[in-house]
């Protein structure tokens, strides 16, 4: 089975359906197998959605709609826990014309394909970039009498998939890691290791001591754009900063290649992450660490000292052995 491959800068189409989103409700498809859900936040902040009949094998030439309404700052995740649905042949372009799901958003009051899924892998979780999202579910005929359709758990979140750090009530999406509370950890791109939300900014400040440094190395790192990363090129983009503002000796990152490792200057860092609302990409994982920073001077100091330690050692051991060789030609 296949999935289709996430929009990016390389795929043969970029198809975007441009109907306007007029509504969240639409009117339901008379058919066998047919449905139209919508579900509200207000009512479930997660819950689970499924194919008609699953486990059974769902009805042929069936279309379903979950429309997915948050409020404010949520944004609906969605993770397939099983997909299984027919594909008559290897290669299809897109998952055009053979059973699939299908995700959409809003982007400018615009409706816009999110990804298409089909055929029996796993597709990877999804996030809207706003407060709702429309899953559509469409079946043709001639399926084998094996397939058993999908099973998906959806989430209204405000942590934009973001487990780490402790998130700032005064942003949108900043999280912050401050060395009295955790020393060491990881932190990664909304929705990590699925696809990262068109249109969004998240901020990652690093707090340490007054005499510690911060340390990041990245794990992994897929963030859709051409170096140097700028609007021009329709670039997502990681900027690093030891202050607040921009950095401009430290030049943003995109693309495949992981960022060197990186070491802050003094005891405050911070990371942005920015997607625009074009292409996608899987994202990054870091690990940070908050280490101290020793005074050049002192370490000079005692380097000098244990010099002197092992002088006085090495000396001493000198003279025990030449008493034990008069000793030895005394005898």
């Given at each position: 089975?296949?999935n289709?491959?996430?929009?990016?800068?390389?795929?043969?189409?970029?198809?975007?359906?441009c109907?306007?989103?007029?509504?969240?409700?639409?009117?339901?498809?008379?058919?066998?197998?047919?449905?139209?859900?919508v579900i509200?936040?207000?009512?479930?902040?997660n819950?689970?959605?499924?194919?008609?009949?699953?486990?059974?094998?769902?009805?042929?030439?069936?279309?379903c709609?979950?429309?997915?309404?948050?409020?404010?700052k949520?944004?609906?995740?969605?993770k397939?826990?099983?997909?299984?649905?027919?594909?008559?042949?290897?290669?299809?372009?897109?998952?055009?014309?053979?059973?699939?799901?299908?995700?959409?958003?809003?982007?400018?009051?615009?409706?816009?394909?999110?990804?298409n899924f089909?055929?029996?892998h796993?597709?990877?979780?999804?996030?809207?970039?706003?407060?709702?999202m429309?899953?559509?579910?469409?079946?043709?005929?001639?399926?084998?009498?094996?397939v058993?359709?999908?099973r998906?758990?959806?989430?209204?979140?405000?942590?934009?998939?973001i487990?780490s750090?402790?998130?700032?009530p005064?942003?949108?999406?900043?999280?912050?890691?401050?060395?009295?509370?955790?020393?060491?950890?990881?932190?990664?791109?909304?929705?990590?290791?699925?696809?990262?939300?068109?249109?969004?900014?998240?901020?990652?400040?690093f707090?340490?001591?007054?005499?510690?440094?911060?340390y990041?190395?990245?794990a992994?790192?897929?963030?859709?754009?051409?170096?140097?990363?700028?609007?021009?090129?329709?670039?997502?983009?990681?900027?690093?900063?030891?202050?607040?503002?921009?950095?401009?000796?430290?030049?943003?990152?995109?693309?495949?290649?992981?960022?060197t490792?990186?070491?802050?200057?003094?005891?405050?860092?911070?990371?942005?992450?920015k997607?625009?609302d074009?292409?996608?990409?899987?994202?990054?994982?870091?690990?940070?660490?908050?280490?101290?920073?020793?005074?050049?001077?002192?370490?000079?100091?005692?380097?000098?000292?244990?010099?002197?330690?092992?002088?006085?050692?090495?000396?001493?051991?000198?003279?025990?052995?030449?008493?034990?060789?008069?000793?030895?030609?005394?005898?």
């Open positions: 089975g296949q289709m491959p996430r929009k990016n800068r390389v795929s043969e189409t970029l198809l975007g359906i109907a306007a989103f007029s509504a969240l409700t639409l009117a339901p498809v008379r058919g066998n197998g047919s449905c139209d859900h509200m936040s207000n009512s479930s902040k819950g689970t959605i499924t194919s008609p009949l699953y486990p059974n094998p769902y009805p042929e030439n069936a279309r709609n979950y429309h997915f309404q948050g409020e404010g949520e944004r609906v995740q969605i397939f826990t099983d997909f299984d649905l027919y594909m008559p042949h290897e290669g299809i372009k897109e998952c055009e014309n053979v059973d699939s799901v299908i995700g959409f958003i809003t982007i400018k009051g615009q409706r816009e394909r999110l990804d089909c055929g029996s796993l597709p990877n979780q999804i996030m809207s970039n706003e407060h709702r429309t899953v559509i579910f469409q079946s043709f005929g001639n399926r084998p009498p094996s058993k359709g999908f998906a758990i959806y989430q209204f979140v405000t942590n934009f998939g487990p750090g402790r998130q700032d005064q942003g949108v999406c900043t999280f912050i890691y401050n060395s009295s509370e955790v020393s060491n950890g990881t932190f990664s791109t909304p929705n990590y290791p699925g696809v990262y939300p068109r249109d969004t900014e998240c901020h990652y400040l707090y340490g001591k007054s005499n510690e440094k911060i990041i190395e990245f992994y790192f897929d963030v859709e754009g051409v170096p140097p990363c700028l609007s021009d090129t329709a670039s997502d983009y990681v900027e690093f900063s030891n202050f607040r503002t921009v950095d401009r000796k430290i030049p943003r990152h995109c693309g495949n290649l992981r960022p490792k990186i070491e802050s200057d003094a005891d405050f860092f911070r990371v942005a992450f997607s625009n074009k292409f996608d990409g899987t994202g990054f994982e870091a690990f940070y660490q908050f280490r101290n920073n020793p005074d050049p001077f002192t370490v000079r100091q005692v380097s000098a000292v244990q010099n002197k330690q092992e002088g006085l050692r090495s000396s001493t051991l000198t003279t025990v052995l030449a008493h034990i060789l008069v000793f030895l030609i005394g005898q």
